[in-house]
Each structure stands twice: as structure tokens, then as C-alpha cells.
């Protein structure tokens, strides 16, 4: 949640940018409280971030003063909720499954709960991984699969998708996701070759 300091600073920034009809300073008391309350997500780094972005937008969308929707999409929040579901994300996911089957091949397959077994470091990703496994009838119905079969990563990608865009409600799944977009590396299980 971003800090009354953080929220003081960045109003005091947008101010100066001489955007048109900006909150009248009796009201800025209000707006201070309503951003508490419409952007308690982002801490005071994201939120900083999120108002440089704006101020260096050239949207044209952007020559206004800024609704807390707008500095929310501009944030890393944003983006993991429109990450969260995506085409983007199954597809990633989908490649990210398979290698991890493959790593898991020779000890018999994934395993929930045991982190070197596990489909992905990311408790959320993981558990929609889980969702497509379970879909598709599990490590033997991957093994024995064609890979001419499109059967099986529709039905993966399907179960995967849907219990993403489940998680788009959850503010601890999209925290988890925006630390991930912002260092991607850092959510990836070392696979051993």
C-alpha cells in the first residue's frame, strides 16, 4: 500500500505538470485518500513508477489528469492482470510444462509438494499447471502422447487458462505475478540437465 508521503509526493509531481483540470487543493485531502483506496496494491516504488510512466506517456489519453484505473494499467499490477490468462502466458506456461516433464522424465514424473518435482516455483503458475495436468490425465497420459496429438495441449491449455483468469481476483496472485514480470528470471525453476 502506498504510504501517504509516497501518495503527497506524486500529487505534488502530477500537479506541476500543468495537466488540465486537476483536483482543486481542498480536494486533494479526498483524491490522497481515494488513491489509498484504489491503488493499496502498489507499493510507493510501483506507484512512482506508474506516475513517470504517465507523465512520459504520449497518449494523448494521457494529457489529463490521471484516474487510479489508468495508474494502475501503467504499473506492474497492471500488466499482471492483463498477463494472468493470457495467450502469452498459456503458451509460455505450455513450453515451461513440457520441459519440466522432461526434466522430472527420469524419476517418475512430477511430484506436487517436493520443489525439485514441482511444475513451477510461482505457487500460482504452478497450481494452474497442476490444473492442466490433472486435464489432461496426468504424467502417464503426457508420456504416452503423440506429438501430432492436439488433443492434449488444448485440454492442458484450457484447464491452465481457466484457473488463471480465476486468479485475476486474487491480490496475493497478482502481486506474485507483477514481482514475476518485473524480474522474470527470478520465477523459473532451474531445470537440470
Known amino acids: 500500500m502506498p504510504t501517504p508521503n509516497a501518495i503527497r509526493v506524486e500529487l505534488a509531481r502530477l500537479l506541476t505538470c500543468g495537466y488540465p483540470n486537476p483536483p482543486s487543493e481542498d480536494m486533494l485531502p479526498l483524491v490522497g485518500q481515494l488513491w489509498v483506496d484504489d491503488l493499496e496494491t502498489l507499493s510507493d516504488e510501483q506507484l512512482s513508477a506508474a506516475c513517470k510512466a504517465y507523465r512520459q506517456s504520449p497518449?494523448?489519453?494521457?494529457?489529463?489528469?490521471?484516474?487510479?484505473?489508468?495508474?494502475?494499467?501503467?504499473?506492474?499490477?497492471?500488466?499482471?492482470?492483463?498477463?494472468l490468462g493470457s495467450d502469452a502466458d498459456a503458451d509460455k506456461a505450455w513450453t515451461d510444462y513440457n520441459r519440466r516433464m522432461r526434466a522430472t522424465d527420469g524419476i517418475g514424473g512430477p511430484m506436487r509438494g517436493i520443489p525439485a518435482r514441482d511444475l513451477d516455483a510461482d505457487p500460482y503458475r504452478n497450481d494452474a499447471m497442476w490444473a492442466g495436468h490433472e486435464a489432461i490425465g496426468g504424467w502417464r497420459a503426457w508420456a504416452t502422447s503423440s506429438v501430432d496429438d492436439k488433443r492434449i495441449p488444448a485440454v492442458w491449455r484450457k484447464a491452465y487458462l481457466?484457473?488463471?483468469?480465476?486468479q485475476k481476483v486474487d491480490p496475493a496472485a497478482i502481486a506474485t505475478t507483477a514481482r514475476a514480470i518485473a524480474a522474470?528470471?527470478?520465477?523459473?525453476?532451474?531445470v537440470v540437465k
Open 59 to 83: 497518449d494523448k489519453e494521457d494529457r489529463w489528469w490521471p484516474t487510479p484505473g489508468r495508474l494502475l494499467a501503467l504499473s506492474h499490477h497492471g500488466a499482471a492482470i492483463r498477463h
Open 162 to 166: 481457466a484457473a488463471r483468469n480465476g
Open 184 to 190: 522474470p528470471a527470478a520465477r523459473r525453476l532451474t
